[in-house]
């Protein structure tokens, strides 16, 4: 049952996030769409800026960005099959689950967020802004049981990762939001360069 309600908050935090959710200003107001509400570019704030982006534009099925031997290093044991999908915004994502935990990867390579949105993301939200091998990242929704990462990979795409634990029997997973900063850095290493 507590698995069953694990994987339904990670998919539901996983739909929220993909859906864009903007957040209210101060005067309870919705942002305007407009460019003056668009990320900036890494060329406008160095924390946004990338030595080595990735180009997630080929990529179709986010099953893929895990190898087989990553999973079982990443505690993937007796997996289920891979579960490939789409947001509502139309980019790709895959579901693994198992006894020990359950994951969502997302490649936005749909949306045109990408460094500047993670920057920005992490400054309006007060979270703190993190490096994952190069790549800023921010880390949300984080409990004991769950974190989701995202991690800017260009000026205008980004990585999700969304991360439950479903029991205690792997004592590195305690800490939610690095075990889904371990499996993020695992997947940028399957990303082709820009």
């Known amino acids: 049952m507590l698995r069953r309600a694990n994987l339904t908050a990670i998919a539901a935090l996983a739909v929220l996030a993909a859906a864009g959710c903007s957040v209210p200003n101060s005067s309870g107001q919705n942002p305007p769409s407009s460019a003056a509400s668009e990320p900036t570019s890494s060329s406008s704030n160095p924390a946004a800026k990338v030595d080595k982006p990735k180009n997630l534009a080929s990529i179709t099925d986010a099953c893929q960005v895990l190898t087989q031997e990553q999973l079982t290093t990443l505690n ?107 499996i993020a850095s695992e997947v940028l290493k399957n990303l082709p360069d820009a």
């Open 76 to 182: 993937a044991v007796n997996a289920k099959a891979p579960e490939p999908g789409s947001s509502p915004n139309g980019h790709p994502m895959c579901q693994w689950s198992n006894d020990n935990f359950g994951l969502i990867v997302g490649v936005d390579n749909t949306t045109g967020l990408g460094t500047g949105y993670i920057v920005e993301k992490a400054e309006s939200s007060n979270a703190e802004l993190r490096n994952i091998d190069g790549y800023p990242a921010v880390r949300m929704d984080e409990t004991n049981l769950l974190c989701r990462v995202e991690v800017g990979v260009s000026d205008k795409e980004h990585i999700a990762v969304d991360f439950t634990r479903h029991s205690d029997a792997v004592p590195e997973m305690q800490d939610s939001c690095g075990y889904a900063e371990k």
